[in-house]
């Protein structure tokens, strides 16, 4: 699953760039046969906007949400992208500059206000960012495009128009929730978050939002916290990126990238700083594995601990025979991946791309196996007994378990990131397959899969072009796990049609069809096929 090419050229540079969004849907080339069961849209966000007026956007996550649409309907496909108008999307317009601060870009003040009005709107403290470009998913009948704030966007998935901004706060006792919810077949939706627990102490949350109700009535609106995990330090909670939910469990990775609290509330009114000043890493403390029952929610309070590693996604998890898998995209050791993800780096030349990921965090797929029924006679054994893992737990006579993880795929700076499974039927299940996009120093340059159970690798890959998280979209009448197939949008800058809808195989990722249009696409995170 190792990338088969260098990028000397420097064309990804390509996938950072500033788009003009769209005033009505382009027909894309089909080449190939569209697969008739796809009669839906391939809903995507990431940014588009790199820079308002001469201030520019530093990091990856500042760029503001744009969101695209890929339509299929008879054998053709078009292509649609529209900028979400958030409050900091069209304020920034309406005064040409960064108006409210982003991950990595802080907004300076007013340059038109005098100073007493200044220092008089440092007391109404800061004003969170809802520029909404990591992810889009449904709540009820309602689609909302999300980032990792309180604010959510509610948004017509059809025309791409923004509807409303939804302040979570107002409901549910969350600084923000993460935007990798998991959803139940029925429409469950449950998700995690920061929040202020007993005592004036941090803690994380589970919050549940029902599916649609009958009488119609809003979904958001009836979100309640399940169940809530404790913080390993008091003042400062770790930064959650996504977690695991079983058929009967939820567990929660705690890892050494915390976020202080203090500097976050003092840093922002005094000097001007934003987000990414607010992390730093705990080096002594390692990684706290969570796990809370279902229904009803409880804690488990059990010390699982294991060596440090960075972790936004979560791949499956699912029990065994007493166990909870937990597989991950891993990143080794303490340091914050996202250091290495200014655009400033992302848009260097190629041997500068490479030098920089030399110094950063080794990706590796890793699965954790979790023991759920724990003697205290048992220190100094292997507690795991599953016949086709080698990771283990091994209880200490402090009473914690140290986790010890089997590697399901590990190469130097290439990562198998994004990654997505058959979630419709084997979310929280023992599955065999993920699929994931490959970074290359952490530019993506592939599409992988992979057998977590044998470790038998499949990739697709070609030369300058840049592709999207795959989505999987299973064959109506499709019995095997794999059948099915993978959605991206891959970017070919020197190409005469340079972004395209890529339609894969899900069994040998041969490509079925590609739909191309005449411009080109910065880059995306997440998104979702709907029907």
């Not at 023992?430 to 690798?457: M, Q, S, W």
């Not at 592709?467 to 993978?486: A, C």
Request: hydrophobic residues 35%; negative net charge.
């Amino acid at each position: 699953m190792v990338s088969r090419f260098e990028h000397p050229a420097g064309s990804y540079k390509k996938i950072f760039e500033t788009c003009e969004e769209l005033s009505e849907p382009l027909p894309a080339t089909v080449i190939g046969v569209i697969p008739p069961f796809l009669r839906g849209s391939l809903l995507r966000l990431g940014p588009g906007l790199f820079e308002v007026g001469d201030e520019p956007f530093y990091h990856l996550f500042d760029g503001q949400a744009l969101m695209h649409k890929f339509d299929f309907k008879n054998g053709q496909v078009t292509y649609f992208r529209k900028f979400v108008k958030t409050d900091a999307y069209v304020r920034a317009i309406t005064e040409n500059r960064v108006v409210i601060t982003e991950f990595g870009t802080f907004a300076y003040p007013d340059p038109c206000k005098n100073i007493f009005s200044r220092f008089f709107s440092y007391f109404k403290g800061v004003e969170v960012t809802d520029n909404c470009l990591v992810n889009v998913y449904p709540i009820g009948e309602d689609f909302y495009a999300v980032t990792e704030t309180n604010y959510i966007t509610k948004v017509n998935t059809d025309t791409l128009e923004t509807m409303k901004k939804v302040d979570l706060c107002n409901f549910v006792n969350v600084n923000g929730v993460t935007a990798h919810p998991h959803i139940e077949s029925d429409g469950t939706v449950y998700n995690i978050g920061n929040c202020m627990g007993k005592g004036a102490t941090l803690a994380y949350n589970i919050v549940k939002m029902p599916p649609t109700q009958k009488d119609k009535s809003d979904c958001v609106e009836k979100s309640k916290v399940v169940v809530q995990f404790p913080s390993a330090e008091r003042f400062k909670p770790s930064y959650v990126h996504s977690f695991g939910m079983s058929e009967n469990y939820f567990v929660f990775v705690e890892t050494p990238v915390k976020i202080n609290l203090l500097k976050f509330l003092s840093a922002w009114s005094i000097r001007g700083s934003n987000y990414m000043d607010c992390f730093e890493s705990n080096e002594t403390l390692g990684t706290w594995f969570h796990i809370a029952k279902k229904e009803p929610g409880e804690y488990i309070d059990h010390k699982f601990r294991a060596a440090a590693i960075g972790l936004f996604h979560h791949i499956n998890t699912y029990e065994d025979q007493g166990f909870v898998v937990v597989d991950v995209c891993a990143w080794k050791g303490f340091e914050f991946v996202y250091n290495y993800l200014w655009l400033a780096n992302l848009r260097a030349n190629w041997d500068e791309v490479k030098k920089a990921a030399m110094m950063a965090p080794q990706p590796e797929v890793r699965r954790y196996v979790i023991p759920l029924d724990i003697h205290k006679e048992e220190q100094g054994k292997n507690l795991v007994s599953l016949p086709y893992t080698t990771a283990t737990a091994v209880m200490h006579s402090d009473g914690t378990i140290w986790l010890e993880p089997e590697v399901l795929f590990s190469g130097p700076r290439q990562a198998f990131e994004f990654p997505q499974i058959n979630y419709e039927r084997y979310a929280g299940k023992n599955y065999t397959y993920a699929y994931g996009l490959g970074l290359n120093h952490f530019i993506p340059d592939r599409i992988c899969k992979l057998n977590v159970r044998t470790k038998e690798t499949w990739v697709w890959q070609e030369p300058d072009s840049y592709p999207s998280e795959p989505l999987f979209v299973q064959t109506p009448d499709g019995i095997d796990e794999d059948d099915g197939v993978l959605l991206t949008i891959v970017v070919a800058p020197g190409s005469q049609r340079p972004g395209y809808l890529l339609i894969l195989n899900a069994k040998d990722l041969s490509e079925i069809a590609r739909a191309e249009v005449e411009c080109t696409m910065p880059v995306t995170f997440h998104g979702m096929y709907k029907p």
